[in-house]
């Protein structure tokens, strides 16, 4: 039986799916989930041994999961974006990463948006300037660390997943938008923002469009998971981009609402229409050729629930988004319920260093667990809506594809419906970023004709993706 691995390397685990000929989910694997850290105010760093670590072991679960008769053709995987990794004279990447929720270089965005140059960099690279990204970060050391930043290149987390796997530092246009070195009109590295960065373009991972070859998995690799060696390794993509291709959303006027830990807003775009595309949303490569996403970052509103969750004692054997669900059915609003401030804002530190914290207005409020999660998902449900109504009226969708921890409460998938009057179409939770890396893997190793459309409707017709 021929087959593919499509991987998901999130912010919180790394996940993987074996998809057969005919667009069926075979096997599925996971590994523990990955930790954060916060050595000092208002950062989020991973360990990048940790990230290793947890490749490994979802491959290896895969492996003893999948059919005796699935053969392999090729693997691929979708990446989280914005991550930066640190690389030595060696190769050796730095033992932490820092993470899209990492807020260090607020000061630098800050003096950028005042000075002008945060406008010149989103006319140049499609993004918006924010903290977590590779340019603000790479300028971060340049300023503070100016030896580890002259001899050092730099990656994200998708290159260097790739360099696990095949041993080169390899990234796409889809995942290298997140660094914002990159022209969003050619898709190679920019010059101009290189040149803001202190960098040469060849200090950074060599560019290659999704779906492509990268290369053959190494011999250590395939060593420590039971892959065969040399299995085919396919260039993957951005985990959002990923996830519409996985289900099906590759089509103009298309748009997905992706709420896992970090939420995210993307319409599928032409590649003509960006010049219509606002400022508050991010021009990007989608995985599909010809196509681009107009996407816009809503911040860490799943970070922000998984925090409340725990704060508020949703934990146990229970599943906590029934709880929640059953909770806000006894909830009534009051004139005094609280409102539920993100974190960031004025104060970057604000509800302390758990990823996701915020605080609640009026600070202190007295209510109940019910009233206060509320607060955050309303709070989420307009951030959707203020993302939606930004766009040009003839190019909002009609219609939104929800998937992500949102979709696991009836009550929040309802309240953003309300919120922005648009139709929610609730996909069940899974790991979609992994389907989609399958699809790229099975149209380059010819398992899946070109064209995605029909094999990744296929895919989410039949398949049964592992819970998030």
């Not at 599943?319 to 009534?332: C, M, V």
Request: charged letters at 20%.
């Amino acid at each position: 039986m021929e087959a593919v691995v499509g991987l998901d390397i999130g912010t919180t685990s790394v996940k993987a799916v074996v998809v057969d000929g005919q667009g069926a989910i075979i096997a599925s694997a996971s590994s523990k989930p990955l930790s954060f850290r916060a050595p000092k105010p208002g950062w989020a760093v991973q360990s990048t041994s940790e990230v290793k670590e947890a490749v490994v072991e979802c491959l290896s679960r895969l492996t003893k999961n999948m059919p005796k008769n699935a053969q392999v053709l090729a693997v691929c995987a979708a990446v989280q974006s914005g991550s930066l990794v640190v690389v030595d004279e060696s190769g050796i990447a730095a033992a932490d990463m820092t993470t899209w929720m990492d807020t260090r270089t607020s000061s630098i965005v800050e003096s950028w948006v005042a000075d002008g140059t945060a406008a010149a960099v989103r006319e140049n690279s499609g993004w918006s300037v924010q903290p977590g990204l590779g340019l603000p970060q790479v300028v971060w050391l340049k300023v503070n660390e100016p030896g580890l930043h002259e001899r050092s290149r730099f990656g994200s987390a998708d290159d260097f997943v790739m360099s696990l796997l095949v041993g080169s530092w390899i990234t796409n246009p889809s995942n290298a938008a997140g660094m914002q070195l990159l022209d969003g009109t050619t898709g190679r590295w920019s010059e101009d923002l290189c040149a803001l960065a202190g960098v040469a373009p060849e200090r950074l991972s060599e560019l290659r469009d999704c779906g492509a070859m990268a290369g053959e998995l190494t011999s250590d690799m395939a060593a420590a998971t039971g892959l065969v060696e040399s299995l085919p390794v396919v260039v993957g993509g951005h985990d959002q981009t990923c996830t519409a291709l996985g289900l099906g959303v590759d089509r103009p006027g298309e748009a997905l609402l992706a709420a896992g830990t970090a939420w995210v807003v993307t319409t599928v775009i032409d590649e003509a229409d960006t010049a219509s595309v606002p400022d508050e949303m991010n021009v990007s490569f989608h995985v599909v050729e010809g196509l681009r996403t107009s996407s816009r970052y809503l911040g860490g509103l799943g970070a922000s629930m998984e925090w409340w969750l725990v704060e508020a004692g949703f934990v146990g054997d229970t599943d906590r988004y029934a709880l929640l669900d059953e909770t806000l059915r006894r909830t009534t609003l009051s004139l005094d319920s609280p409102y539920f401030l993100g974190p960031g804002g004025e104060d970057a530190t604000a509800g302390g260093s758990h990823p996701g914290a915020g605080t609640f207005s009026p600070t202190g409020a007295s209510s109940d667990r019910g009233k206060f999660a509320l607060a955050i998902m309303e709070f989420a449900a307009f951030e959707v809506r203020t993302a939606l109504r930004s766009m040009p009226r003839d190019h909002r969708p009609t219609a939104l594809t929800l998937v992500g921890g949102a979709s696991q409460a009836a009550g929040w998938s309802q309240l953003i419906a309300s919120a922005c009057a648009i139709r929610i179409e609730v996909v069940r939770p899974g790991s979609w970023p992994a389907v989609g890396a399958a699809v790229l893997a099975a149209q380059q190793s010819g398992l899946m004709a070109e064209g995605s459309n029909g094999g990744s409707r296929a895919i989410r017709s039949h398949a049964r993706p592992i819970p998030d």
